[in-house]
T-cell receptor, first 114, second 111 residues
Framework: QQQVKQSPQSLIVQKGGISIINCAYENTAFDYFPWYQQFPGKGPALLIAIRPDVSEKKEGRFTISFNKSAKQFSLHIMDSQPGDSATYFCAASGVTGGGNKLTFGTGTQLKVEL | DAGITQSPRHKVTETGTPVTLRCHQTENHRYMYWYRQDPGHGLRLIHYSYGVKDTDKGEVSDGYSVSRSKTEDFLLTLESATSSQTSVYFC??????????FGPGTRLTVT
């Protein structure tokens, strides 16, 4: 059972454009939603995270939008750069008890072209 | 890299042999995790630990065991490796809040 569905599987964006990756979750107990960036041969790196008490969080060029009623959240990368080319994973967990176990989406391969 | 090291970084082993992967942290974090990464599946939790000698199962724990005798070390053991356990294994620690930081990974091939 895939509890976090991520789309698209791959994405090509022109330099300077906006990259948008979407995730949907099923478990209403989830209340922590991080995004990770992974380069080939490296471990996932935490990019940005949000709790459901806010609908949007911005850090530099990266923004998470969160829709609690729709059980959806998305990552927006503004002014996308070739250095942003990587695989992005959304994840979700419940933070109260249970060890904060992350459930991941299947990943989006982003390529930013010049 | 949040002070996390994993060893070995690469390993090739034969079906049926035992394998132990090690995760070492330098920052005294209470929570540690083992995930596996496979194409089309993202990362999936195998086991996690919430303190010395305190561990619990994750989503894909069958065929794996873990041990944590010291705060800084979390070991993942494949008692009898199978080809389906060919994967990249990542260790993670939980920081001061809810965030998790991942190690560099171990690429395991079971032939």
């Amino acid at each position: 059972q895939q509890q976090v569905k991520q789309s698209p599987q791959s994405l090509i964006v022109q330099k300077g454009g906006i990259s948008i990756i979407n995730c949907a979750y099923e478990n209403t107990a989830f209340d922590y939603f991080p995004w990770y960036q992974q380069f080939p041969g490296k471990g996932p790196a935490l990019l940005i995270a949000i709790r459901p008490d806010v609908s949007e969080k911005k850090e530099g060029r990266f923004t998470i939008s969160f829709n609690k009623s729709a059980k959806q959240f998305s990552l927006h990368i503004m002014d996308s750069q070739p250095g942003d080319s990587a695989t992005y994973f959304c994840a979700a967990s419940g933070v109260t008890g249970g060890g904060n176990k992350l459930t991941f989406g299947t990943g989006t391969q982003l390529k930013v072209e010049l | 890299d949040a002070g996390i090291t994993q060893s070995p970084r690469h390993k090739v082993t034969e079906t049926g042999t035992p394998v132990t992967l090690r995760c070492h942290q330098t920052e005294n974090h209470r929570y540690m995790y083992w995930y596996r990464q496979d194409p089309g599946h993202g990362l999936r939790l195998i086991h996690y630990s919430y303190g010395v000698k305190d561990t619990d199962k994750g989503e894909v724990s069958d065929g794996y065991s873990v041990s944590r005798s010291k705060t800084e070390d979390f070991l993942l053991t494949l008692e009898s490796a199978t080809s389906s356990q060919t994967s990249v294994y990542f260790c993670a620690i939980r920081g001061g809040g809810f965030e998790q930081y991942f190690g560099p990974g171990t690429r395991l091939t079971v032939t």
